[in-house]
């Protein structure tokens, strides 16, 4: 409840923030928009949003008590202070494992899902990406517009390059030392945030012309630019820290030798040899 717009995550901060966040998605993001466009009707596109939120607030749910339930289990034996995982991101695997590791099937089910939902976001993300390529980049500078045929064929090229580029930048990312999810949501706000002012300008504000949008917008783009990644160099350095529950290694069942200071993650239920120990 801390009032201060310094303290990381606040009941104000991830309200308003969340409020504006996920405005902005069902409002103007390409993705949104295509989902819209494709129902018949304008009820039906309603519906739709209705049946969005209701799953959305389920999903963020789920999430959230996945987190407690990690920290649940593992608050008396950290994983990541004892390296039997690297990330934080490899926590709920390592849970699904502990958990459900001893019944055949469940744990590749869950792999499963988690690609499934991946590869679907991916797919209407380039799909979305493709369409505004073609409709902004491409048919105003045509003299004679695509064919059904020519306009399907060069928006699935489209999708082949563009997925390309995406793989390629998996390499690039994993060398980021932060969450992935806060990455993502940081570096979609340079851009998500000015392109949702320009929304409300045109909705709220008709007197201002298109040279004052676009001034509007460079200027709030270069000013999300500058916040977003000098946040992001900060967390990346060190300089930025968030405040984390305490965890201790009391709790652990299996061994973990300390050398010089540092962790070395021994696999339970294994045996420790002299070779081990020499490397």
């Known amino acids: 409840m801390d009032w201060s717009p310094l303290t990381r995550h606040t009941i104000w901060g991830l309200t308003i923030g969340g409020f504006v966040h996920w405005l902005q998605i069902t409002a103007i993001n390409q993705n949104m928009i295509q989902r819209y466009l494709s129902l018949p009707t304008l009820q039906s596109a309603k519906r739709a949003l209705w049946c969005f939120m209701i799953g959305v607030i389920m999903l963020i749910s789920i999430c959230g008590y996945a987190g407690m339930l990690i920290y649940a289990w593992y608050y008396e034996c950290d994983p990541l202070t004892t390296k039997l995982a690297r990330a934080k991101d490899q926590l709920l ?13 469940l744990p590749g089910l869950f792999v499963a899902g988690v690609f499934s939902a991946a590869l679907s976001s991916l797919s209407t993300g380039l799909n979305s990406m493709a369409a505004v390529v073609l ?7 045509m003299k004679t517009p695509f064919t059904r045929k020519g306009a399907d064929v060069f928006m699935k090229l489209t999708v082949v390059i563009l ?22 949501i940081s570096l979609g706000a340079i851009t998500h945030g000015p392109s949702f002012g320009i929304f409300n300008m045109g909705l709220l504000l008709p007197w201002i012309n298109a040279k004052g949008a676009l001034v509007g917008g460079i200027a709030g783009l270069s000013f999300m630019g500058w916040l977003g990644l000098s946040a992001e160099a900060a967390i990346t350095s060190g300089k930025i820290k968030f405040d984390m529950k305490p965890v201790t290694t009391e709790g652990c069942t299996y061994s973990f030798p300390q050398v010089e200071n540092l962790l070395i993650s021994v696999p339970p239920d294994s045996v420790l040899d002299n070779d081990y120990y020499a490397t």
């Open 163 to 184: 997925g390309t580029i995406c793989v390629a930048l998996v390499f690039v990312v994993e060398q980021a030392d932060t969450h992935m999810l806060q990455l993502s």
């Open 135 to 141: 409709e902004d980049f491409v048919k105003p500078f």
């Open 93 to 105: 695997p390592l849970l699904v494992m502990n958990v459900l590791g001893e019944f055949p099937g």
